[in-house]
């Protein structure tokens, strides 16, 4: 069975300083990686994702995740954060087998505080 | 742009009434799925369905039911509704895998507050 722990609840931090969420992912096939972003108020929306190729994603807004095989773990990152970017982050692991219907299963969130 | 609606933000209900949530999608998915969003638990999974009348139970099925007469529409039903089934319920839909899709992104709806007193 797939899991996905995302280790920290909420991570405040003040506005232009790095930000790191962490992500690690425990499957006995290969898998796809994401991550979704809830806004106050809204449903999620994808973020960014790793289905193959390079190791290293980007989002259009500066977010960046780096998936790293040996140590099941699909951290997202971003150097600068805004007001903005407040909200709740789920990372999410999928079967690459066909057979799942494209079930995702979700980690238990991270709430981001930017703070001015 | 894909668009993901349900029926209501906002919803109280009494225990033991007959509850139904409902999700549309205009995008002719073929995938449609039903979540309860609970702080520290992330989303789980209660069903799916990938074609009209078919369905399949997620990891906490218990409690509840799913209808699809319609490949738009997918309603979620608690029969008889309890306090422990407050929460946030999310509806998602993705493109079938008969597209040649490589992976399905799916998409969200706003989302339905549900009050169960």
């Known amino acids: 069975a797939q899991s996905v722990t995302q280790l920290d609840s909420q991570v405040p931090v003040f506005e232009e300083a790095p930000v790191e969420l962490r992500c690690n992912y425990s499957?006995?096939?290969?898998?796809?990686l994401f991550w979704y972003v809830q806004y106050p108020n809204q449903g999620l929306q994808l973020l960014l994702k790793?289905?193959?190729?390079?190791?290293l994603v980007e989002s259009i807004n500066g977010f960046e995740a780096e998936f790293n095989k040996s140590q099941t773990s699909f951290h997202l990152r971003k150097p600068s954060v805004h007001i903005s970017d407040t909200a709740e982050y789920f990372c999410?692991?999928?079967?690459?087998?066909?057979?799942?219907?494209?079930?995702?299963?979700f980690g238990q969130g991270t709430e981001l505080s930017v703070k001015p | 742009d894909v668009k993901v609606t349900q029926s209501s933000r906002y919803l109280v209900k009494r225990t033991g009434e007959k509850v139904f949530l409902e999700c549309v999608q205009d995008?002719?998915?073929?995938?449609m799925f039903w979540y309860r969003q609970d702080p520290g638990l992330g989303l789980r999974l209660i069903y799916f369905?990938?074609?009209?009348?078919?369905?399949e139970k997620g990891d906490i099925p218990e409690g509840y039911s799913v209808s699809r007469e319609k490949k738009e529409r997918f309603s979620l039903i608690l029969e008889s509704a309890s306090t422990n089934q407050t929460s946030m319920y999310l509806c998602?839909?993705?493109?079938?895998?008969?597209?040649?899709?490589?992976?399905?992104?799916?998409?969200f709806g706003p989302g339905t507050r549900l009050t169960v007193l």
């Open positions: 499957s006995s096939v290969s898998v796809y």
């Open positions: 995008m002719d998915h073929e995938n």
């Open positions: 790793y289905l193959s190729g390079s190791t």
């Open positions: 369905s990938y074609d009209v009348k078919m369905k």
């Open positions: 999410a692991v999928s079967d690459r087998g066909r057979n799942q219907g494209g079930k995702l299963i």
């Open positions: 998602a839909s993705s493109l079938g895998w008969a597209w040649g899709a490589t992976y399905n992104e799916q998409f």
